[in-house]
């Protein structure tokens, strides 16, 4: 008689046969498109999914390379939107972890096959996507810059911060005559960017492709870098500058993932900073506008009463004493 432990090691078992399946085929996928030459789409992946590794993005553009963006079904469901009928979900693979006595989490301990669906694939109510609108990220400019200040300040061994002013960097930008607003914004984002690039490629961890081994490497980076950071974040795109996979010697696939890597990761940082810093502008300016309209309104005696809330809002007013 089979008991409730024998049950869960065949199913920790059947768990690590599946995703084994689907780590091997991830695997065999990005390297058919690094044989076949398809850097674009592999960037163009990173566009919408740099949050998920390698292996995620070679399944997610195997199983639907169209897809914008991503969720689990309870996800979709916290925003009022529903996985319409008969749609398949994309195979993932997603961390498993241990816990200790305390009920932490104390390490990886695995991964588990996840099923997300595209927005395509969902319906209900109106999804507003955390991307960046246009002219959103110069509008809040000011508090992107901050916290790419942050992104760029690291601590010593002694845990001394070294922090990293942008204020040159805005002063040198802004002084700059005929500028558009999106391309003062790019500017400053894309200078961050290559900061970032040269400290993860000069440092001494990286094991990626070189100069020595492939002459426009760094270039093909950077502008692979600029060219994700700038379409995610709705600004002026640039041109990708792509290389000849095809004539890359085989040996060099398995190192050239960690130079992918690297763009992946240098990119993300950007993008999450600040696509996190407008929503937080976003929430204030809705903040703001919401504290004018009750003191307009009591200013003007329309409130029909006081409630907690609003004596809240008031007391939090700008125009409060």
């Known amino acids: 008689m089979e008991t409730k432990k024998d049950l869960n090691v065949v199913e920790v078992e059947e768990m690590a046969i599946e995703t084994k399946r689907l780590s091997d085929s991830a695997d065999r996928y990005l390297m058919e498109m690094l044989e076949e030459g398809k850097f674009q789409e592999i960037i163009n992946g990173m566009v919408n999914f740099g949050s998920f590794s390698l292996k995620n993005q070679a399944l997610i553009h195997k199983q639907m390379p169209n897809a914008t963006e991503l969720k689990g079904m309870r996800s979709w469901n916290f925003y009022g939107r529903f996985i319409k009928t008969d749609q398949k979900g994309i195979e993932t693979l997603s961390p498993t972890f241990e816990?200790?006595?305390?009920?932490?989490?104390?390490?990886?301990?695995?991964?588990?096959?996840?099923?997300?669906?595209?927005?395509?694939?969902?319906?209900?109510?109106?999804?507003?996507?955390?991307?960046?609108?246009?002219?959103?990220?110069?509008?809040?400019?000011?508090?992107?810059k901050e916290g790419l200040e942050g992104v760029l300040s690291w601590k010593t061994k002694d845990g001394t911060l070294i922090s990293h002013s942008l204020e040159d960097t805005m002063?040198?930008?802004?002084?700059?005559?005929?500028?558009?607003?999106?391309?003062?914004?790019?500017?400053?984002?894309?200078?961050?960017?290559?900061?970032?690039?040269?400290?993860?490629i000069g440092s001494p961890a990286f094991s990626g492709l070189n100069e020595e081994e492939l002459p426009d490497i760094r270039s093909i980076m950077k502008s692979s870098i600029f060219y994700i950071v700038l379409n995610r974040l709705n600004l002026n795109s640039v041109k990708l500058e792509s290389p000849e996979l095809c004539e890359m010697p085989s040996e060099y696939y398995e190192r050239f993932k960690e130079n992918l890597n690297v763009i992946r990761q240098v990119s993300q940082i950007v993008v999450n900073n600040v696509e996190t810093l407008v929503s937080l502008g976003r929430k204030e300016e809705l903040k703001r506008v919401a504290k004018e309209n009750y003191m307009r309104l009591k200013s003007a005696g329309k409130l029909p009463f006081d409630t907690e809330e609003s004596n809240e809002l008031e007391n939090d007013s700008p125009y409060a004493a």
Do not use: M
Not at 100 to 128: I, M, N, P, R
């Open 99 to 144: 816990k200790d006595g305390d009920g932490k989490l104390a390490g990886l301990s695995g991964f588990k096959v996840h099923y997300l669906f595209d927005v395509s694939q969902t319906e209900g109510a109106e999804y507003h996507s955390p991307k960046c609108l246009k002219g959103e990220v110069f509008k809040y400019i000011e508090g992107i």
């Open 171 to 200: 002063n040198r930008i802004f002084s700059i005559d005929g500028l558009s607003e999106d391309e003062k914004a790019a500017a400053l984002v894309l200078d961050v960017s290559d900061k970032l690039l040269r400290r993860k």
